[in-house]
């Protein structure tokens, strides 16, 4: 069944889960993956889901490897910016998705696995491992 939505309206309607690895890409100059960063969020059609890990995550992370100042700069971008939904935790369901993966992943990935299921969103990682696991969609026992 055709969808009766117009293709450029569709690309709106995207909605992206962005791994931190993304975010400190884009708010640090230096690191590698600074270039690839600025590219997908100046392309960026749609919106954006950030649960709190990955703000937490990013925040943490951009706080050691540059300035606390540089880690405001994103809370400050991401509560401005309307296209940004913040997706609270739900430990249980998270811890519970957790425990049944086999693979050895951080908790944050795991997140982002069972949330990319549910939300039906687009993962956006720098992470390979990650992006292999989301790609197999088959990752636990």
């Known amino acids: 069944m055709k969808s ?3 293709v450029r309206e569709q690309a709106l309607l995207t909605l992206h889960l962005v791994d931190s690895s993304v975010w400190v890409g884009l708010f640090l100059d ?7 960063a600025e590219r997908f969020f100046s392309n960026l059609k749609g919106g954006i889901y950030l ?17 606390k100042k540089q880690a405001d ?7 401005r910016d309307h296209k940004i939904k913040l997706i609270e935790d ?4 998270e811890s519970s998705f957790f425990k049944s993966l086999t693979a050895r992943i951080s908790f944050t990935d ?7 299921r549910k939300l ?16 197999r969609d088959r990752f636990y026992a």
């Not at 230096?30 to 690839?36: I, R, S, W």
């Not at 703000?55 to 706080?63: M, S």
């Not at 795991?110 to 990319?116: E, F, N, P, Q």
């Open 51 to 67: 649960p709190y890990c990955v703000l937490n995550e990013t925040v943490t992370v951009l706080a050691y490897k540059h300035s």
């Open 30 to 36: 230096f690191d590698t993956q600074h270039a690839k």
């Open 4 to 6: 009766s939505i117009p």
């Open 120 to 135: 039906k969103a687009n993962l956006v990682t720098f992470d390979e491992q990650l992006e292999r696991l989301a790609k």
């Open 73 to 79: 700069q994103f809370l400050n971008f991401v509560g």
């Open 90 to 93: 739900n430990i249980e369901e």
């Open 110 to 116: 795991a997140a982002l696995l069972l949330l990319k």
